[in-house]
């Protein structure tokens, strides 16, 4: 409701009913049309936290009214805290192509907005020792008004923890803490293809991907996310539609209108 209101349109669409409860089962929806562009971060970021994929990570409706954009300025939470362990919950739901470009992106740009995200890793960092603990993880999400198991604390520290030593360091926090408005913003995006792709063909192949990402990440599976050509490429058109979500709705459609399609050819087959 609170996305129709702020934009006038639904945040899932299709041609039938159908069509529209297969992009509900995908969670994923856009928020980079033109209307977008007048409504606040925080506001956004309320939205992603209810239309959230993943019920232990969705906002309960006591969550939602005490969310900074629904109090008065200055009550409540610390806006940067709550936005960076908002983006933490959600950090998961990413696919892994998007979850390794925001990595360089956290490594390779200079970036305003990733200085005050560093500074709110300080601050939770309370030993100072350069890592997020499992305890002041835990520490973060209650100083942002979240209330989490032990048990949803770990899954979260497993998802951000890149380098799988049992803690996040300034990077991995940095990428996972990174809010869509920045991540979209054309010129970061562009930087970051320009990055990837050494050698200035316009198209990520997979050595480059490789390079980049090191031996241990599965190169083949995130071209596989990305190339809709079939190339064994990705294009920067590709690259941008999936770091927007926009890759997978289409996706996703085409794939129902697809097994549609199908069912109508052996159903007349039958007849």
């Known amino acids: 409701m609170l996305y129709i209101l702020l934009c006038g349109e639904t945040p899932f669409y299709g041609d039938t009913q159908e069509g529209i409860l297969a992009m509900v089962a995908t969670g994923e929806y856009e928020m980079d049309q033109p209307q977008w562009e007048s409504i606040s971060p925080m506001a956004k970021n309320l939205i992603e936290q209810l239309i959230c994929y993943d019920p232990n990570r969705r906002l309960s409706a006591h969550e939602a009214l005490s969310h900074p954009w629904i109090v ?3 009550e409540g939470r610390e806006e940067p805290l709550y936005a960076a362990a908002s983006a933490l919950r959600a950090f998961n739901s990413h696919r892994k192509l ?6 360089v992106m956290a490594k390779v740009l ?7 995200l560093k500074e709110v890793f300080d601050g939770i960092d309370r030993n100072h020792d350069g890592y997020l603990s499992e305890k002041e993880i835990r520490d973060m999400l209650e100083r942002a008004g979240y209330r989490s198991s032990s048990l949803q604390v770990t899954q979260l520290l ?4 890149v380098g799988h030593d049992g803690r996040i360091n300034a990077i991995e926090f940095l990428a996972a803490g990174m809010q869509r ?13 320009n990055y990837l792709d050494k050698d200035g ?20 599976a995130m071209i596989a996310e990305a190339d809709t050509s079939g190339d064994g490429k990705i294009s920067y058109e590709e ?10 709705m289409k996706r996703t459609m085409k794939e129902y209108r697809d097994s549609l399609g199908a069912r109508s050819n052996a159903s007349g087959w039958w007849q």
């Open 72 to 74: 008065s300025e200055g």
């Open 98 to 103: 998007k979850r390794a470009v925001l990595g």
């Open 110 to 116: 200079e970036l305003e907005e990733l200085k005050e």
């Open 158 to 161: 497993q998802e951000v923890d």
């Open 181 to 193: 408005s920045l991540y979209l913003k054309e010129e970061n995006l562009r930087n970051v293809f």
């Open 201 to 220: 063909s316009g198209l990520i192949n997979r050595d480059e991907l490789q390079s980049a990402l090191g031996t241990q990440a599965d190169v083949d």
């Open 239 to 248: 690259f941008k539609s999936v770091m927007s979500a926009n890759h997978f």
